[in-house]
């Protein structure tokens, strides 16, 4: 693991992690607008159309992050009777669009479903204290390793001493990564705050391996 490690009799190494929770205060929406008509022309003017009203009402909400693709023209086609048979010309555009004041996220939805968006991608929530929480989960992850060691090395009449190396440890992988088809699941030292957390809540996960000399 390390190239300059000592021999693991005069070191211990251990793994330290944890994970903390936040409520989310930005959500991101992904819509789209589709209109088929039998011409290219009045499928780009239709949803041209419905493009205007939905970004008046995001004007009216008083939302300005949005990001629009271009409008797309595309062939529709649908079988019946495993006959293929022409629809006409889909034009299509996407938005995502973030909500900052999320409490406001299901008006918004609904309102732009009312002004002409007939198609809803998803939804995710996000949090923009994501780069203090890692930096805390990151903390508390290396504090729960020398914990383990401490623990180790008391039993064993000996101390902890000097950190030797530390390896970044990205949680997400060990939670959902497997090999032979063993799933390995993440073991959080540091759960943060008992107590019920919010289904919706953002968990921030920290994890390292980190290797100490051990005194007498």
């Known amino acids: 693991m390390y190239s300059n490690a000592p021999e693991m009799s005069s070191g211990i190494k251990v793994y330290g992690s944890a994970v903390l929770h936040a409520v989310p205060d930005t959500a991101s929406i992904t819509a789209g607008i589709t209109r088929i008509e039998s011409e290219p022309k009045e499928a780009f003017a239709a949803a041209r159309t419905g493009a205007q009203a939905v970004r008046q009402y995001l004007k009216t909400c008083e939302i300005s992050e949005v990001g629009t693709s271009r409008i797309n023209l595309e062939e529709e086609w649908r079988h019946e ?3 293929p048979r022409f629809i006409g010309y889909q034009a299509k555009l996407s938005y995502n669009i973030i909500v900052r004041e999320i409490d ?3 008006e918004i939805i ?9 198609k809803l991608g998803s939804v995710s929530f996000e949090t923009t204290r994501l780069k203090e929480l890692r930096r805390e989960a990151r903390i508390r992850a290396v504090q729960a390793a020398r914990s383990k060691a401490e623990v180790y090395a008391s039993a064993a009449g000996l101390n902890v001493g000097e950190v030797v190396a530390i ?7 060990l939670e959902n990564g497997s090999s032979m088809h063993v799933r390995r699941v993440l073991n959080i030292e540091d759960a943060g705050d008992v107590g019920a957390v919010d289904p919706g ?7 390292v391996y980190i290797l100490f000399h051990l005194q007498p």
């Open 167 to 173: 390896e970044d440890v990205n949680p997400d992988i």
């Open 104 to 106: 406001r996220l299901e």
């Open 81 to 83: 009777g495993g006959i």
């Open 201 to 207: 809540a953002i968990s921030v996960g920290a994890a």
């Open 110 to 118: 609904v309102g732009l479903m009312d002004a002409g968006a007939n």
